[in-house]
Structures are given as C-alpha cells and as structure tokens.
Nanobody, 119 residues
Framework: QVQLVESGGGLVQPGGSLRLSCAASGGIFGLLAMGWYRQPPEKERELVATISVGGTTNYADSVKGRFTISRDNAKNTMYLQMNSLKPEDTGVYYC?????????????WGRGTPVTVSS
C-alpha cells in the first residue's frame, strides 16, 4: 500500500523560496507518475506541476519559471523547489502519485503541507 507524506511547508515572505518534499512508501514509487497540487484558501484544488515516470515535467502557467519539480527514485522522494514566491501561491500543497493502469488508474494522496506567503 502506497503512503505519501509531505513536508517543508511554512511561512515565507514574498520573493522568498521554499522546498517541499514528498516521501513515498509502498515499494512502487518508480512506477508512479507524480505531481503537486495546491488548494488556496476557500478555492478548489489545482494542479501545480507533474513529473512522469520517465522524468518529463509539466507546470501550471502560474508557476512556470519559478517552480521546479523533481524526483529521486533511489530515495523514493519527490520535491518541489519554489522560488520567487507570491502571496497567491499560498495554500495547502498536496503530493499525488498516479499508477496508470488500463481502465483502472489509481491515485494516492498525501495529507498536505501548508504554505503561506505573506509579509
């Protein structure tokens, strides 16, 4: 059974940086497409970035050029480096892992780590 645990969130000033980590257990990290999602206060969850099993990355337009998603399969860990943070980046950040199966995709979620960008 896959479990995902986020860490690294906190309070940071606008323009600052933060690095989030997602540690995975369950033995199939290398088979999961991974991603970061966030939920701003009183808004719906939105996609931030994804990274495929092969390392292909995609980013939401709002974070392109500022955020970098990466993974270390040897450590069963995914990261999100966030630079030039803005107040609108505030929200709870969730780690997602997706196992792609024919007709039966399976999603795994962490419990989230809060990020607040404020002076």
């Amino acid at each position: 059974q896959v479990q995902l645990v986020e860490s690294g969130g906190g309070l940071v000033q606008p323009g600052g940086s933060l690095r989030l980590s997602c540690a995975a257990s369950g033995g199939i990290f290398g088979l999961l497409a991974m991603g970061w999602y966030r939920q701003p206060p009183e808004k719906e969850r939105e996609l931030v970035a994804t990274i495929s099993v092969g390392g292909t990355t995609n980013y939401a337009d709002s974070v392109k050029g500022r955020f970098t998603i990466s993974r270390d399969n040897a450590k069963n860990t995914m990261y999100l480096q966030m630079n030039s943070l803005k107040p609108e980046d505030t929200g709870v950040y969730y780690c997602n892992g997706r196992r792609i199966l024919l007709g039966a995709d399976r999603d795994y979620w962490g419990r989230g780590t809060p990020v607040t960008v404020s002076s």
